[in-house]
């Protein structure tokens, strides 16, 4: 499986370069990659990266799935315990000595960035956008020409953006200082929270007091627009929460202020509802359509509200309505009715939790604000409880 899981990889890689100017990989480039200390390592694949031809690419792509031995003159591809020439493609015997490349924390991260850089000659746009988003998780100037490249290349506005946005990232790493102060001026024009920690990170190890300044004043100017999204993420995390609590509480209100009963198994009531919910998400998956599979919340609605409804009703029935002005004796047979609901649920579904999945159309959220993004889900439950509230006091 995981030979298999290699080749397409391999094979995306591949298919990523074919667009790129070709230089062949050759042998010392690939003991420079595979062997020496991490910043000459990192150093080598920068370099062979703006010119990869597909064996380059492949060779990348193998490296980072931790498929390369190496010996002080050769290194092997390893491909369903076999070894491969990176440069010719040659099968060759693996002698005992080969050592394993070992990839530590800094090395992984400059393979994301190759990767990255890889992805930019893709034809499709969500690829190339996926490959400006890796580079900007790890900015250098020794990248700077690549993301050049692919800044003249690209026709896409949004991911033209985020390419200059790369490149003012890695300009942060110039040994200029005139160039790392007009890049973070740059970078605060883009109010995000991931921007503010790579300046952060860039303020830590900033040894110019005019660049330190720079970084500090961009630092402050994204503070200043990232704190209106934090006020909102709360206070729309405070209305979602409450809108719960809101349903909860309707119903305590209707039973007490209209029964005059205080129900303890109230809580176990909506617990019914949400079993019931879970229940028409497995009847929906096992005997209905894929595609009908979105719809099971729509039709759980109903079903929750009459199961609920259900048990209210033999409830009140059974126990209640003989208990009507005895507030005490009511208190104490609802609990003890609690009790058993919680058990009859822990015979019948176990003790342990049970999922109930979003379905499409409620998955994602709503961006706002580059800090703030409203889930559909949430989004969802606000509307039901105003709709219930007002339908109540209708």
Known sequence: MRFLFACAASALALA????????ALTADEARAIASGDTEARIVA???????ADEKTAAFIQAMADDAVKFTEDKVFVMKND???DP???????VPDAAEDVVNNNLMRGAFDAAQAVLKLASKDVAVRAEGAQGLLKEPSESRLPAVERALAAESDPAIKAQLELVRAASMLDSTDPAKRIAAAKALAERKSPDIKLLLNQRLADETDAGVKSAIAQSIAAIDGALVWGDRIN???SGVSLGSVLLLAALGLAITYGLMGVINMAHGELMMIGAYATYVMQGVFQRHLPEAAFGWYLVAAIPVAFMASALVGA??????IRFLYGR???TLLATWGISLMLQQLVRSLFGAQNVGVENPPWMSGGFTMLSNVTLPWNRVGIVVFAALVLLAVGW
């Not at 990523?16 to 230089?23: E, G, I, N, R, S």
């Not at 440069?87 to 015997?93: H, Q």
Request: charged content about 20%.
């Open 82 to 84: 076999k070894g491969y």
């Open 45 to 51: 694949l920068d370099k062979a990266v703006l010119t």
């Open 234 to 236: 709360a206070i729309f």
């Open 327 to 329: 507030p005490l004796e």
């Open 16 to 23: 990523l370069f074919a667009a790129l100017p070709a230089h």
């Open 314 to 319: 033999v409830l009140e029935r059974g126990v």
């Open 87 to 93: 440069v010719s493609g040659a099968e060759l015997a």
